[in-house]
C-alpha cells in the first residue's frame, strides 16, 4: 500500500529564493540567505574578492566561506561573508548561499534588492523549511518542531522540540505506521484471491498489533496535556480574598511591579499574566481579583474571571493573609475552591508571616496539607515557593527522554487513527470480510501519515508553513 503525497505545491517552489534570516532591525551582523537551482549564479553575479576579482563560486566545494565583496555594478554595496552549501547537503537540500553582511537596515535592503535584481525572488514565510520537507530534509513533524524549536522559551520546551526535530516522535509513527502497513497488504492481498475464500493475514495476530498500537496511541494523546503546556507555559492561578497580597506575590516572583498593589480591597479588577522560567520550566502566573460577595458590576466581572482561571489553570495559588483568617476560615475558602479548580492541583500560602510568629502559625495551620508559609511584601520564602511548584510539576510530567505530544494538528489525527483502528477491532471480532477491513486500516494509515507527511495536502502544507517565520 503506497501513501499519497500531494507535491502540486512544488511547481510553486522551483524559482531561486531569498529573505533575511536574522530578526528586522540594525545588529552588527546580519544574515541574508539565498536557496534554489540558480542561487549560486545569482550570487556569483555580484560577488568578487577584496582585489576585485570575479569570485567563481561554483568551481568551490560546499561546506566553505568566502570572504569579499557584494558590488552592484560598480558601486560596493559591503563586504561580506558567503557561506556555500551545494545541493543536496544544505538546510533546504538545494544549492544554498548564505551572506553575512553589516546590520545596518539600509544594508540589508540593498542586498535583498540587489539578489531580487539577479533572478531571486523574495520568500514566502517558512518556505525554507517547506523545501526541507518537500526534499526530504525533513518529515512534516520534523518540519514542525523547528518551529517549536525557535519559539522554545525554557529548558524543558527546548528540550522537547529539540527531541521531536531529530525524529523522536516521527520515528514512533513511523515503527507504528510500518508495522500495520505490512498486515494490511496482507489483507489486500486477500482481496485478489477473494474467490478462493483465503486468509494470508492471522487474525489473532492483527488483533494483538491493533491492540498494542491503540496503548501507545492512546499514551502518545494522554501526553498532550503535559505536552501543552510544556510549549505554551504551565497556568498558575493566584487566587484569595482581596488583600490577601496576591498582586504583591505575582510581583515578588516576576521581581518586578507588574501589578497594582494597594491597601484598598478589590484593586484588582482584571486578571493581570506574565511568565518566569523556574528551573528550566516555564509557569504562566495569573494574578486574580480577590474572591468575594460584591455588589460592584465591574468588581463582580473580576470574580468571574478569577473563578475561570482557577478552571484552566494546572496548579492554582490559594494565598491568605495570616492575621486575617483562622483555621476554621480557611477550611471553609479551601471547600470553597476545590469546587472550581477540576483537576488542579491546589497549593496553600500563608502571606505576611513578617509580622507573625512562624511557630504559633505553623501550630495553628497544622491540619492543612500542601501549605506554605511566606512574606510576599519582604520576599521571604519566594524561593521555596518556586521550587515547590516545580516539585508540584513533577519530574513524571517533564520527563522529555519519553515521547511527548506537543502539537494540536498531531493530537487530532492520533485519536482519528485510534478511532479508524476501534472499527478494525469490531470488523476483527465480527469476522467481516477482509475488503472492510482493508477500508479501516486504510483510514488508519491515512491519519497516522497525516502526521509525518506522508498524506497530506497543498493546503495543509500551506497553513503549516505559513505560521513560520520569513526566512526560516
Do not use: W
Amino acid at each position: 500500500m503506497k501513501s499519497i503525497r500531494f507535491v502540486n505545491i512544488t511547481a510553486l517552489h522551483t524559482d531561486t529564493i531569498v529573505a533575511l534570516a536574522t530578526p528586522h532591525g540594525t545588529g552588527a551582523i546580519a544574515l541574508i540567505r539565498v536557496s534554489g537551482n540558480e542561487a549560486i549564479s545569482i550570487v556569483e553575479k555580484s560577488f568578487t574578492t577584496k582585489d576585485l576579482k570575479r569570485k567563481a563560486l561554483a568551481d568551490k566545494p560546499g561546506y566553505t566561506i568566502h570572504f569579499g565583496l557584494l558590488c552592484d555594478d560598480e558601486t560596493i554595496v559591503d563586504e561580506v561573508l558567503v557561506s556555500l552549501f551545494k545541493a543536496p547537503h544544505s538546510y533546504t537540500g538545494e544549492d544554498s548561499i548564505e551572506i553575512s553582511c553589516h546590520g545596518s537596515q539600509f544594508i540589508q535592503q540593498q542586498v535583498l534588492q540587489l539578489l531580487v535584481k539577479n533572478g531571486a525572488r523574495m520568500a514566502n514565510a517558512g518556505e525554507f523549511t517547506m523545501r526541507a520537507f518537500l526534499n526530504g530534509k525533513f518529515d512534516l513533524s520534523q518540519a514542525e518542531a523547528v518551529a517549536d524549536l525557535i519559539a522554545s522559551n525554557s529548558t524543558v520546551s527546548h528540550q522537547v522540540a529539540m527531541s521531536q526535530m531529530r525524529g523522536g516522535f516521527s520515528g514512533k509513527i513511523k515503527v507504528l505506521r510500518e508495522n500495520l502497513v505490512d498486515f494490511a497488504s496482507l489483507i489486500e492481498l486477500e482481496l485478489d484471491f477473494s474467490e478462493e475464500d483465503v486468509e494470508f493475514a492471522d487474525r489473532t495476530e492483527l488483533k494483538n498489533l491493533v491492540i498494542s498500537i491503540q496503548r501507545i496511541i492512546e499514551r502518545l494523546v494522554d501526553s498532550f496535556e503535559v505536552g501543552n503546556v510544556i510549549k505554551n507555559g504551565i497556568p498558575v492561578a493566584i487566587v484569595g480574598k482581596p488583600n490577601a497580597g496576591k498582586s504583591t506575590l505575582l510581583n515578588a516572583l516576576l521581581q518586578e511591579d507588574k501589578a497594582i498593589v494597594s491597601e484598598i480591597p478589590g484593586t484588582t479588577r482584571d486578571t493581570i499574566e506574565d511568565e518566569i522560567s523556574i528551573g528550566g520550566v516555564l509557569f504562566r502566573f495569573i494574578d486574580t481579583a480577590g474572591i468575594r460577595d460584591t455588589s460592584d458590576v465591574i468588581e463582580q466581572i473580576g470574580v468571574n474571571k478569577a473563578l475561570q482561571a482557577m478552571q484552566k489553570s494546572a496548579i492554582v495559588i490559594y494565598l491568605f493573609d495570616a492575621h486575617a483568617l483562622g483555621i476554621k476560615d480557611i477550611e471553609v475558602e479551601v471547600e470553597k475552591i476545590k469546587e472550581h479548580i477540576g483537576n488542579s492541583q491546589l497549593l496553600i500560602v500563608c502571606n505576611k508571616i513578617d509580622t507573625e510568629d512562624l511557630n504559633a502559625l505553623q501550630k495553628e495551620f497544622e491540619k492543612l496539607d500542601n501549605i506554605l508559609y511566606i512574606s510576599a511584601k519582604e520576599a521571604m520564602y519566594i524561593e521555596d515557593l518556586k521550587m515547590k511548584l516545580v516539585a508540584m510539576f513533577d519530574s513524571r510530567t517533564i520527563n522529555v527522554t519519553e515521547t511527548v505530544v506537543t502539537n494540536v494538528r498531531h493530537v487530532e489525527a492520533l485519536r482519528k487513527a485510534n478511532s479508524a483502528l476501534y472499527k478494525v477491532m469490531e470488523g476483527l471480532n465480527k469476522g467481516i470480510q477482509s475488503d472492510f477491513l482493508a477500508i479501516d486500516i486504510r483510514y488508519a494509515l491515512d491519519a497516522l501519515g497525516e502526521i509525518t507527511g506522508q498524506v497530506t495536502s497543498d493546503d495543509l502544507l500551506g497553513n503549516i508553513f505559513g505560521k513560520f517565520c520569513i526566512g526560516k
